[in-house]
């Protein structure tokens, strides 16, 4: 069975450009999660997908932050404008979602993010 | 809010010796699930083993092992007979079905493994 797939795995940009990340989740997964992982630091929860619609983007900065799941299956998350504080490992995860007991997370390789 | 705390930010094991990696959390939820996930220098966050909060035994899965104590919200990890490829960041995590089950993770602890 295939993982979580994403891309870039790396990405550096200069400050003020804009960025996006790719994440493809585990096939049947009707949950999507985007994590924002600081160097040193457990990662944090950004947004949270149940099929196409928002289930918690609370801790999404949306003056520069945006994300979608068309179709409920991949999704996109941009940056724009960039800044150096958004330096971090951006994480994907998938999971079969609610209703399904313990709704065990999968994540993907991630992306390093470097704004210079 | 739900909290999860790593109280060691580093430990150190001789291979084939047990180590374990304490977590503790707070939640006034009653229905919630805790993990622990491996993190090597790859940045792949493996699932390690998992817990129902409802279950009083605790998980169990080849080498990793989990001590549950629900009353002290705690729940640590035993890794026994460690090996090389154990060594990683390790992570504890809490998720509430009331919240979506999204996951708080604590801030981690590096295991270098010893041979």
């Known amino acids: 069975e295939a993982g979580v797939a994403q891309s870039p795995r790396y990405k550096i940009i200069e400050k003020r450009q804009s960025v996006a990340f790719w994440c493809n989740p585990i096939?049947?997964?009707?949950?999507l999660y985007w994590y924002q992982q600081i160097l040193g630091q457990g990662p944090k929860l950004l947004i949270q997908f149940q099929n196409n619609g928002v289930v918690d983007d609370s801790q999404l900065p949306k003056d520069r932050f945006s994300a979608e799941r068309l179709k409920g299956v991949d999704s996109t998350l941009k940056i724009q404008p960039a800044k150096l504080e958004d330096s971090a490992v951006y994480l994907c995860a998938s999971s079969l979602g609610f209703g399904t007991g313990i709704d065990t997370q999968y994540f993907g390789p991630g992306t390093r993010l470097t704004v210079l | 809010a739900q909290t999860v705390t790593q109280s060691q930010p580093e430990m150190s094991v001789q291979e084939a010796e047990t180590v374990t990696l304490s977590c503790t959390y707070d939640t006034s939820e009653s229905d919630y699930y805790l993990f622990w996930y491996k993190q090597p220098p790859s940045r792949q966050m493996i699932l390690v083993i998992r817990q129902e909060a409802y279950k009083q035994q605790n998980a169990t899965e080849n080498r990793f092992s989990v001590n549950f104590q629900k009353a002290a919200k705690s729940f640590s990890l035993k890794i026994s007979d460690s090996q090389l490829g154990d060594a990683a960041m390790y992570f504890c995590?809490?998720?509430?079905?009331?919240?979506?089950?999204?996951?708080?993770f604590g801030a981690g602890t590096i295991l270098r493994v010893k041979s």
């Open positions: 096939s049947g997964h009707a949950t």
């Open positions: 995590a809490c998720s509430l079905m009331e919240y979506g089950n999204k996951l708080v």
